[in-house]
């Protein structure tokens, strides 16, 4: 019988790439995971890894064990959700990634629900990039992911994830009050404020500027939207913001509608194994809930 840790260990390698980043994930040593693979060649009696260049590569016969280990684990993962599922009440632990301005204005209310309705079920929250956050859900890191996904921009389809919509809103430009100008191209000239490069919302923003005539003069940089808002209320910047980071607070800025009306979608991601799940499932009803409740800005 083929050690099902090591067989895990395995698994874990080919979607990380290198020992040290498995040990990272499971908080273990490179050289203990190194000796649980070298244990579960001498199990299995072929070779499993070469080496190449600072990383390993599975061979096909690590592969068909590979394959196995995700089998189990979608089997366990989908035998926990029916076991959590015979219980009376919900109760069970709910990890879910999430990106910034879902964390300001889904989460809080969301939560709020959480307790009030199923306090036997414990919700960690993490907030990361859409993109990482996806593909840490599906290699189990997290249950749930909260993304975005930009127009003409569509973030990655990972296999065994099932995406749900929970909402959209507008992308709209952001100006200082008083600015002149009622329009994209009006904007050429002026500094601009965007995220870091291959970020979606970068994408849209530069495509965005680039249809309308010109090269934006990105001065800034910066991943969080809060202090995107900042920049463009003291006067230094505009950018093209969308309608939920402006949930729960006033703003001075000036907001115009583009052309077309884009709108982001708010979508959640699971693993196919875990849809059975009755926590995770408490929480996409109370997220849909709080999603409900936002309203754009006048």
């Given at each position: 019988m083929l050690d099902v840790h090591r067989l895990m260990l395995l698994r874990e390698l080919s979607i990380r790439g290198t020992m040290a980043a498995v040990a990272e994930a499971?908080?273990?040593?490179?050289?203990?995971?190194?000796?649980?693979?070298?244990?579960?060649?001498?199990?299995?009696?072929?070779?499993?890894?070469?080496?190449?260049?600072?990383?390993?590569?599975?061979?096909?016969?690590?592969?068909?064990?590979?394959?196995?280990?995700?089998?189990?684990?979608?089997?366990?993962?989908?035998?926990?959700?029916?076991?959590?599922?015979?219980?009376?009440?919900?109760?069970?632990?709910?990890?879910?990634?999430?990106?910034?301005?879902?964390?300001?204005?889904?989460?809080?209310?969301?939560?709020?629900?959480?307790?009030?309705?199923?306090?036997?079920?414990?919700?960690?929250?993490?907030?990361?990039?859409?993109?990482?956050?996806?593909?840490?859900?599906?290699?189990?890191?997290?249950?749930?992911?909260?993304?975005?996904?930009?127009?003409?921009?569509?973030?990655?389809?990972?296999?065994?994830?099932?995406?749900?919509?929970?909402t959209t809103d507008a992308i709209r430009l952001a100006v200082p009050a008083g600015t002149a100008g009622t329009a994209l191209t009006d904007m050429r000239g002026r500094a601009w404020v965007m995220e870091p490069r291959g970020s979606a919302s970068r994408h849209f923003a530069e495509q965005a500027c680039r249809s309308a005539g010109f090269e934006p003069d990105v001065r800034y940089e910066a991943a969080d939207l809060q202090s995107q808002i900042r920049l463009i209320e003291s006067g230094n910047a505009v950018g093209l913001m969308p309608d939920l980071v402006w949930t729960g607070r006033d703003t001075s800025c000036r907001l115009i509608d583009l052309p077309g009306q884009p709108r982001r979608t708010i979508f959640t991601a699971q693993r196919d194994a875990g849809l059975g799940s009755p926590a995770a499932n408490a929480l996409l009803r109370a997220l849909a809930r709080a999603a409900r409740e936002q309203r754009s800005p006048a």
């Open positions: 499971l908080v273990y040593s490179p050289s203990a995971v190194s000796q649980q693979l070298t244990l579960l060649e001498k199990e299995t009696g072929t070779v499993l890894l070469r080496k190449s260049g600072r990383r390993v590569q599975l061979t096909p016969q690590a592969e068909i064990l590979v394959a196995a280990a995700e089998e189990l684990s979608n089997i366990l993962e989908r035998a926990e959700a029916e076991l959590q599922a015979a219980h009376t009440s919900v109760r069970g632990k709910v990890r879910v990634a999430v990106f910034q301005s879902a964390a300001l204005a889904l989460m809080p209310s969301a939560l709020g629900t959480m307790s009030a309705e199923y306090p036997d079920v414990r919700v960690e929250m993490v907030q990361k990039e859409p993109e990482e956050a996806l593909h840490e859900t599906w290699a189990r890191d997290f249950d749930m992911v909260i993304a975005e996904q930009y127009p003409a921009h569509s973030a990655a389809w990972l296999p065994g994830l099932e995406r749900r919509d929970l």
